[in-house]
């Protein structure tokens, strides 16, 4: 399922049900609030996620139900900068095409008032008075105020069934992920990460693509954090639960984290502590609803302090590193942060997480002005300390030629602020983007910088860029046309290597010689040799005959200069007996072109593929070659093949069975040598006479004696006693003859 397809069905499944497990009725009434904040002007896989959203929402609401009853809330698509940027598109109830127009016409624009949005889709709701369903789709963290867990948890309080599921639309920030999971939990709404594709699947099918579960009782689930919006606290919890008239307690649980319990409707007041350290949290006049689920989240608060010390202090250089000295509770999701003096508490233009060490290495941003360093508590988010620091501009020079040729290196000397990761040297045309590249390198290795001049002439301009954002510093230089020239032979045998020599501009990566067809790609090469070896280059020709060129080609990537060449065929002979023994070694005269590389004469199948070999003898040892036969009678035939991969001469040849005889004593003592008397085929590598086990594998054996020397073999027996076979073996490979042995024991 492609992601939009998926997402599409995401949002359908997450229209259809009501809360953790409950099932909404048919006809339930649902508000969709749409992230259209900036950040939504962001890609995947190349296509804009507000995009994504509006295609995906489009086919959604012209395949939902008529019955179910939607509206539409929007953030961020108005202004820029403005908290207040919320707007109900579409009532609940308004016709899907108009709600379809609304969504078709929203432009990212502003910040993500987030909380205050579900708050305000609750509202429209009624949900203090009826059940209330709202789908959140968002791509990012709150950047205005209140604190989104909060809020979540104030609206499951005073909801009469009131349930937010939230889609975190392409979020990898785990204190992003931490906000929109907290947002769902605190109303027992679902979760649903759609990063990707295959991470969406995954999740629908372990959670909302099951078929929700119909509520006949009610429900409630007891949840407490360490501080708003915190972490859940998994154990060690007391919960009591009375009614609000008073009365005895209708729930008494010790020892408990998150607890799921039954309860009469009605309205109670709900408390929890934790013993180990004396915490406590209430909530008063908890309503509870007929066969409906339930919700309540309480934090349980204390004291959370943190101090900065800047290293330097005050100041620093924009791009530059500064150590920050910390104390804090140091809970996961802490980090320390830097951003605009007085901006929002989730804002920031760089941050690194305590758990990476104190004092932590934080980088400053990459434009002067007035900042601050902060401690965040992660979960919650929230600044605990703070500290100013001004950001000065940092500056550099470059220093090279005015002029250079295509690919040609050059030189670049440069100063700037100490290195940090995405500084670097770059050459670009004077108009392009500052983040853009194309030859580069990092700083960190130093000063001067090497940089290939681009392929194509014109005027471009380095560029010192620092943290990948921006240009402290330009050069304009010139880059002049590359000349060259290649010089070889007009013709050639097909396979032949042919000397060109060539001139050209200083060699760089990827500069070198080739040949090709004319009218092949400029990438495109065959045998090829590099500029840097010199000139003149080898090139081994195409074993197909044809008109090529012989190309010089810069980086890889452009022809700076072609000379036309005609390949001839190449034209060979081999000549060997018609008829050998299996395994006999054949002597095979051949003619042919100036040997290269792959060119040998073999022995194979005539149906085998024209790279198929069995033994083989490489032309450049010369006339005859020396093959012997294959082990299996049968037809085969004698090649000349050229560049392990073309035949160009071929030779039929019969090979017949190989035969053998075995003559030796019935029996011989154990360890003792028996002469074995033989005939067989002229004698090859891998030819023996053994003593094998009964019954073993062919090329099995105890011992063994080699053919080469002739009759008779001396072969020394086993030390074990017992029943053996003698055999004669060929090429390692094939059984020839056999002759039972007893072995006795030794005298």
């Given at each position: 399922m492609t992601r939009r397809g998926i997402f599409r069905f995401l949002c359908a499944a997450m229209f259809g049900f009501a809360g953790a497990g409950a099932a909404a009725a048919e006809d339930s009434d649902a508000m969709l609030v749409l992230d259209a904040s900036g950040s939504m002007w962001g890609q995947i896989e190349g296509e804009a996620k507000i995009a994504i959203a509006k295609s995906v929402l489009a086919d959604l609401l012209s395949d939902l139900p008529a019955e179910r009853r939607l509206g539409l809330i929007a953030y961020g698509h108005n202004r820029k900068g403005d908290c207040g940027d919320i707007e109900e598109l579409a009532a609940v109830g308004t016709d899907r095409a108009a709600i379809s127009a609304a969504v078709k016409g929203l432009n990212?624009?502003?910040?993500?008032?987030?909380?205050?949005?579900?708050?305000?889709?609750?509202?429209?709701l009624r949900y203090t008075e009826e059940k209330a369903t709202v789908?959140?789709?968002?791509?990012?963290?709150?950047?205005?105020?209140p604190d989104p867990c909060g809020v979540a948890a104030a609206l499951e309080q005073a909801g009469a069934d009131f349930t937010a599921h939230v889609i975190g639309f392409d979020v990898s920030e785990?204190?992003?992920?931490?906000?929109?999971?907290?947002?769902?939990?605190?109303?027992?709404?679902?979760?649903?990460?759609?990063?990707?594709?295959?991470?969406?699947?995954?999740?629908?099918?372990?959670?909302?693509?099951?078929?929700?579960?119909?509520?006949?009782?009610?429900?409630?689930?007891?949840?407490a954090t360490e501080l708003q919006g915190g972490l859940v606290i998994e154990k060690g919890l007391t919960w009591t639960v009375t009614p609000a008239g008073g009365g005895?307690?209708?729930?008494?649980?010790?020892?408990?984290?998150?607890?799921?319990?039954?309860?009469?409707?009605?309205?109670?007041?709900?408390?929890?502590?934790?013993?180990?350290?004396?915490?406590?949290?209430?909530?008063?006049?908890?309503?509870?609803s007929q066969n409906t689920w339930k919700t309540v989240t309480i934090a349980l608060t204390f004291p959370v302090e943190a101090t900065l010390r800047l290293e330097p202090a005050g100041e620093g250089v924009a791009g530059t590193n500064v150590n920050v000295h910390w104390t804090g509770p140091d809970r996961r999701g802490d980090y320390i942060a830097v951003a605009e003096k007085g901006a929002d508490a989730g804002a920031y233009r760089g941050y690194r997480y305590v758990k990476q060490g104190n004092p932590v290495e934080l980088r400053l941003p990459v434009e002067p002005g007035e900042y601050e360093v902060r401690y965040m508590l992660g979960r919650p988010i929230r600044t605990l300390a703070s500290a100013d620091i001004t950001v000065t501009p940092a500056t550099a020079t470059l220093s090279a030629q005015d002029e250079a040729v295509a690919g040609e290196e050059v030189r670049v000397d440069f100063t700037g602020p100490p290195p940090g990761s995405g500084d670097f040297i770059t050459i670009t045309k004077p108009d392009d983007p500052d983040n853009n590249y194309r030859d580069y390198a990092y700083t960190r290795q130093g000063?001067?910088?090497?940089?290939?001049?681009?392929?194509?002439?014109?005027?471009?301009?380095?560029?010192?860029?620092?943290?990948?954002?921006?240009?402290?510093?330009?050069?304009?230089?010139?880059?002049?046309?590359?000349?060259?020239?290649?010089?070889?032979?007009?013709?050639?045998?097909?396979?032949?290597?042919?000397?060109?020599?060539?001139?050209?501009?200083?060699?760089?990566?990827?500069d070198y010689i080739t040949v090709t067809k004319p009218d092949a790609p400029e990438n495109n090469y065959n045998d090829y040799g590099y500029v840097r070896n010199g000139s003149p280059a080898e090139l081994r020709m195409p074993l197909d005959a044809g008109e090529y060129e012989i190309r010089y080609v810069q980086g890889g990537k452009k022809v700076i200069a072609r000379q036309a060449i005609t390949v001839t065929p190449a034209e060979a002979s081999v000549s060997a007996k018609s008829t050998a023994i299996a395994g006999e070694t054949v002597r095979v005269e051949f003619t042919g072109p100036p040997a290269g590389s792959g060119d040998f004469i073999t022995v194979t199948k005539p149906d085998a593929p024209e790279k198929k070999y069995n033994d083989y003898g490489y032309v450049r040892n010369g006339s005859p070659a020396e093959l012997r036969m294959p082990l299996d009678a049968g037809e085969y035939e004698i090649r000349y093949v050229q560049g392990n991969k073309k035949v160009i001469a071929r030779q039929a040849i019969t090979v017949t069975p190989a035969t053998a005889t075995l003559n030796a004593p019935a029996s011989a003592p154990a360890n003792t040598i028996v002469e074995v008397d033989f005939t067989g085929?002229?004698?090859?590598?891998?030819?023996?006479?053994?003593?094998?086990a009964l019954g073993s594998e062919d090329t099995k054996y105890v011992t063994y004696g080699y053919v080469r020397g002739g009759s008779p073999a001396r072969v020394r027996m086993p030390k074990e006693s017992g029943d053996y076979e003698l055999r004669y073996i060929q090429g390692n490979k094939k059984v020839l003859a056999r002759r039972p042995i007893s072995v006795t024991p030794a005298p």
């Open positions: 990212p624009k502003g910040k993500t008032p987030m909380a205050a949005s579900v708050k305000l889709a609750a509202e429209k789908i959140l789709i968002s791509d990012g963290i709150e950047t205005c105020e785990e204190n992003a992920l931490a906000q929109l999971q907290c947002l769902a939990e605190n109303t027992g709404g679902k979760f649903v990460s759609a990063s990707n594709a295959f991470e969406l699947g995954a999740a629908l099918e372990s959670t909302v693509a099951a078929a929700p579960e119909a509520v006949t009782v009610t429900k409630v689930r007891l949840r005895d307690p209708v729930v008494i649980e010790q020892d408990a984290g998150v607890l799921d319990v039954e309860i009469a409707p009605g309205t109670y007041d709900v408390a929890v502590a934790r013993p180990s350290d004396g915490l406590k949290g209430e909530q008063k006049g908890v309503r509870i000063s001067p910088a090497t940089i290939r001049m681009p392929l194509e002439p014109g005027e471009y301009e380095l560029r010192f860029v620092q943290n990948n954002k921006k240009v402290l510093a330009r050069r304009p230089i010139t880059v002049a046309a590359a000349l060259a020239t290649v010089s070889a032979k007009s013709t050639a045998i097909a396979g032949e290597t042919v000397s060109v020599v060539f001139t050209g501009p200083p060699a760089g990566s990827g085929p002229p004698p090859g590598s891998g030819d023996y006479v053994a003593v094998s």
